[in-house]
């Protein structure tokens, strides 16, 4: 029998045999509760803080008052219209840059594609934190180093302010170039050389013309779900607000949440609530738009039997034009704001670049960052916050995956909804949850701790583990788990001896995301991280906050550098394993 024959006559194991049927549903009633704990459980906690006169769990005392002064309040629908408008004009500006520089990397015949690739990447290791605060050493009006420069050069009077709404959008549109280059290339990677071929061939039709005519249309959905992913990016954003936004005062749903909690002498728990209720509603109305746009990116197919994926052959001219296109971004998204960290770091006081600077540079700041209590604890506390979140968000995305996909239980997709649904709610949100259960649960000492920020960051990971496990188990076929089922063995011993081999390289490059975003993480960090229990987000943030510039930029550097060491094994470790298997 052929393998098409095969796979149309197959059926699925038949695990619903007694045996087989009680380890199934005790598998999925300890995903369940897992699940329904770390999800449901916070945003339960927050909707009925919400309604409570306090805007504690602890002392409440149901009322709609708060809803009804936040909806009534001419501020929120000022914050409503700035937080639409930021994450708008930073999804623009993202595509506007990470675009163009995905046509030439994937459709022209630039040269070094695999490094500017690699270089592009390597901006994941620089958190949006140390960006924003890159680029405040570099345009604040009274110390940036941009400002100096201009004013020698130029004259006096000629000063730049980062300390505004468009630098916040613009710092926050250069910080997704590299999402909008990640989702965009295989759009453009398959598409149809032919199209633009014949656009080409056509009288008076110039290469411009043939990308707005042809390109453009061909990956219309494409453009359009990267902009909505961007646009709700951005709403979950809470680093480059807090950092240039604040000192502003131009704030957004996610920085008005934080100081509503942080900056008054009484914290507004009731309306930090309202208002996290209010911005869940936007993310979540976006998050549907952006699933309707994947949807309809399915009628813009464009491979075919005829498929051909050639490149474009551009003049010089174009060719320098996506050079300089290239450069200008890593200047200004990654290579300026990065050194001027770094500089930072080895000086022992703020001090603009000169010779006297230079013959005062030392590791100072390091030897505080480690000798300090604050310091060393953030460091163990990091290391254990990501290995251990990291290491629970993977097993819970193999197991649930492999439930919601091969079980034959009816109420399996419940898993994968509850797993999905972090995905539309911001960090700062979710650690204003914790924060609330936290209390609230007086029989387990988790606030205060660093267990809790654990558990936020094991909800964030959730969706996209399950995602990724998801497909990689949809791409093994049943037919390999046959012959374990006939044998006898229970589904957690298919699962260990079959699937989870297979699935190993997708495993591996799941625990090592989940790492990263652990250590990179601010929004959650900031309010479930105690300033006497920090992480190196938090302890970044506390230095930032209170003017330590040098000793910031050291921790900020040694952050940069712990995530670029782990993506950097991440891709070796990523090579070996499709070597090994052929799978992701």
């Known amino acids: 029998m052929s ?43 927050l909707l009925i803080s919400s309604v409570s006169r306090s805007g504690t769990l602890s002392r ?14 001419a501020r929120t629908f000022g914050l409503l219209g700035t937080s639409i408008a930021f994450a708008a004009a930073s999804a623009v500006i993202a595509l506007l840059v990470g675009a163009p520089i995905a046509w030439f990397v994937e459709r022209s015949d630039l040269g070094r594609k695999d490094l500017i690739r690699a270089v592009i990447f390597a901006q994941v290791a620089v958190p949006p934190l140390v960006l924003a605060m890159g680029w405040v050493l570099l345009a604040s009006p009274k110390i940036g180093m941009l400002n100096a420069a201009l004013g020698a050069t130029v004259g006096p009077g000629v ?77 979950l954003s809470f680093d480059i607000p807090a950092v240039i936004g604040i000192p502003a005062n131009v704030f957004v749903f996610s920085s008005e949440i934080f100081f509503s909690i942080q900056r008054y002498a ?23 738009a ?41 200047l200004l998204g990654l290579v300026l704001p990065v050194a001027m960290v770094v500089w930072t770091s080895f000086i022992p006081f703020f001090a603009q670049l000169g010779g006297d600077a230079l013959g005062r540079l030392t590791l100072q700041n390091y030897a505080d960052v480690f000798a300090t209590p604050r310091g060393a604890l953030a460091l163990q506390n990091t290391a254990l916050n990501s290995v251990v979140a990291a290491t629970v968000v993977t097993a819970l995305a193999g197991l649930v995956a492999w439930v919601v996909i091969r079980s034959p239980l009816r109420g399996r997709r419940t898993l994968d909804v509850l797993a999905l649904l972090p995905l539309v709610v911001p960090g700062v949100i979710l650690g204003l949850s914790l924060q609330y259960a936290a209390i609230a649960m007086t029989f387990l000492p988790l606030y205060g701790t660093i267990w809790v920020l654990t558990l936020g960051h094991v909800t964030l990971g959730l969706p996209f583990a399950t995602r990724n496990a998801n497909s990689a188990i949809s791409q093994i076929h049943p037919e390999l788990e046959e012959a374990a ?20 390289p997708t495993l591996v490059f799941v625990w090592l995301w989940t790492l990263v975003h652990s250590i990179r993480d601010l929004s959650t960090s900031v309010l479930l991280a105690p300033p006497a229990n920090p992480v190196l987000a938090s302890l970044l943030w506390q230095l930032w906050d209170y003017g330590s510039l040098t000793v910031g930029a050291a921790v900020g550097t040694l952050l940069m550098a712990a995530v670029f060491l782990i993506a950097l094994a991440a891709l070796r470790i990523l090579g070996r394993s499709r070597a090994a298997t052929g799978l992701l």
């Not at 965009?184 to 014949?198: F, H, I, K, Q």
């Open 266 to 288: 009484v914290p507004r728990y009731a309306y930090a609530s309202v208002l996290s209720m209010v911005t869940l509603v936007v993310v979540l109305a976006t998050g549907l």
């Open 485 to 504: 089922q006939a044998s006898g063995r229970s589904p957690l011993d298919v699962f260990r001896t079959i699937t989870l081999p297979l699935i190993a």
């Open 159 to 235: 000063v730049l302010n980062v300390y505004s709404f468009p630098a916040m959008v613009a710092i926050q549109g250069l910080s997704l170039v590299p999402l909008v280059f990640v989702m965009l290339s295989p759009a453009l990677r398959n598409m149809d050389a032919s199209y633009e071929e014949a656009a080409l061939a056509t009288r008076g039709t110039g290469l411009i013309r043939a990308i707005w005519h042809v390109s453009l249309p061909l990956v219309r959905p494409a453009l359009l779900a990267v902009a909505l992913y961007a646009f709700i990016a951005s709403l």
């Open 290 to 330: 952006y699933l309707r746009a994947l949807g309809n990116a399915r009628q813009f197919a464009t491979l075919t039997g005829k498929y051909r994926a050639r490149t474009l052959h551009l003049g010089r001219g174009a060719n320098a034009i996506g050079r300089a296109w290239l450069i200008g971004y890593l």
């Open 60 to 73: 409440f005392a149901f009322t709609l008052g708060t809803y009804q002064e936040v909806l009534s309040d």
């Open 3 to 45: 393998r098409a024959a095969r796979l149309a006559a197959w059926s699925p194991p038949d695990w619903s045999t007694p045996g087989f049927g009680r380890s199934w549903r005790a598998l999925f009633v300890i995903l369940f509760v897992i699940l329904l704990l770390l999800v449901a459980v916070p945003l339960g906690g």
